[in-house]
């Protein structure tokens, strides 16, 4: 599974901003997908996840309400809406693809097995 992410930029606090993150090699619908995050000198950090349909999702207590995980299995993308920026989401961020048949939103970076180059937000204030 390849994975390539895009998106991200400098934004001010209080904007939005969608990151993208298109997905090829192997069927999508059957991967759990998941966003994360890391900020130098830190270890990367859960932010969100989708089940294999998007019925189910689970979400950083830090972003709920704010950010929206969300996928298109015709389009073999999944999405990150973030809304209401604040300086502290500034990071790299990163999807990532859990390939196991329990189609359980982990949040531990471990459950993943594909990583995409991450997608710098920086967020002024």
């Known amino acids: 599974v390849q994975l390539q992410a895009s998106g991200g930029g400098l934004v001010q606090a209080g904007d939005s901003l969608t990151l993208s993150c298109a997905a090829s090699?192997?069927?999508?619908?059957?991967?759990?997908m998941g966003w994360f995050r890391q900020i130098p000198g830190k270890e990367r950090e859960f932010v969100a996840a989708?089940?294999?349909?998007?019925?189910?999702?689970r979400y950083a207590d830090s972003v709920k309400g704010r950010f929206t995980i969300s996928r298109d299995n015709a389009k073999n993308t999944v999405y990150l809406r973030m809304s209401s920026l604040k300086p502290e989401d500034t990071a790299a961020y990163y999807c990532?693809?859990?390939?196991?048949?329990?189609?359980?939103?982990?949040?531990?970076?471990?459950?993943?097995?594909?990583w995409g180059q991450g997608t710098e937000v920086t967020v002024s204030s």
């Open positions: 989708i089940s294999w349909r998007g019925g189910t999702w």
């Open positions: 090699g192997r069927s999508f619908g059957r991967l759990v």
């Open positions: 990532a693809a859990d390939n196991s048949p329990r189609n359980n939103v982990g949040r531990f970076s471990l459950e993943y097995d594909y």
